[in-house]
């Protein structure tokens, strides 16, 4: 699976965007981009993934560049609960049965 | 429906005892995973089970066993513990029609 590079801290004011960056790029094209966050200590939470078009559900926007050697996760009005570890993770999907590899992610501080 | 579940919550061994982490499913996914997380890391893979009747190493497997029981549980064992062991034990299932993982609470192992 190809390496992802996030920054280690971002910082975000509550009610507005936040977005996350992630590296990817020695993506191959098999390989599908997928969020993840782990609030606290609790088990990671899946929050969106895609190929190669933005993606958008209740959670959260995925842009991924045309070369898809970078993508961005956005969540459009930030709230306090979304103090987190986000995880960007490149993976082939079925072809690699899910096999994730988690790196350090990008520790999202929200502020009132 | 309650997701991902895994007994016990904590647990503290002394080196060389054994114990088995359990962790059951209530999805109906073919896929299960066991990770562990270590202070400030991000999650490893330690051995995972793409379907029933099946397991597979992941990236740390050294020191621990598996057996997928049935499609709904999937045990960890550890034969002789070591307080490198000491960790956060993360079990997780997946179907390939779904969108990502999802991720039980997790089982904080102290090993002395």
């Known amino acids: 699976d190809a390496k992802t590079t996030q920054p280690p801290s971002m910082d975000c004011a509550e009610g507005r965007a936040a977005n996350l960056p992630c590296n990817h790029s020695?993506?191959?094209?098999?390989?599908?981009v997928y969020w993840y966050r782990q609030i606290h200590s609790q088990g990671p939470q899946y929050i969106i993934h895609g190929l190669k078009n933005n993606e958008t559900n209740e959670m959260a926007s995925l842009i991924i560049t045309e070369d898809r050697k970078s993508s961005t996760l956005i969540l459009p009005h930030a709230t306090l609960r979304d103090t987190a570890v986000y995880y960007c993770i490149v993976n082939a999907g079925g072809t690699s049965y899910g096999k994730l590899t988690f790196g350090q992610g990008t520790i999202l501080t929200v502020h009132p | 429906n309650a997701g991902v579940t895994q007994t016990p919550k904590f647990q503290v061994l002394k080196t060389g005892q054994s114990m088995t982490l359990q962790c059951a499913q209530d999805m109906n996914h073919n896929s299960m995973y066991w990770y562990r997380q270590d202070p400030g890391m991000g999650l490893r893979l330690i051995y995972y089970?793409?379907?029933?009747?099946?397991?597979d190493k992941g990236e740390v497997p050294n020191g621990y066993n598996v057996s997928r029981l049935n499609k709904r549980e999937f045990s960890l064992r550890l034969e002789s513990a070591a307080p490198s062991q000491t960790s956060v034990y993360f079990c997780a299932s997946w179907e390939r029609t779904d969108s990502g993982q999802f991720f039980g609470p997790g089982t904080r192992l102290t090993v002395l």
């Open positions: 089970s793409a379907s029933e009747g099946t397991t």
């Open positions: 020695t993506i191959s094209g098999n390989e599908y």
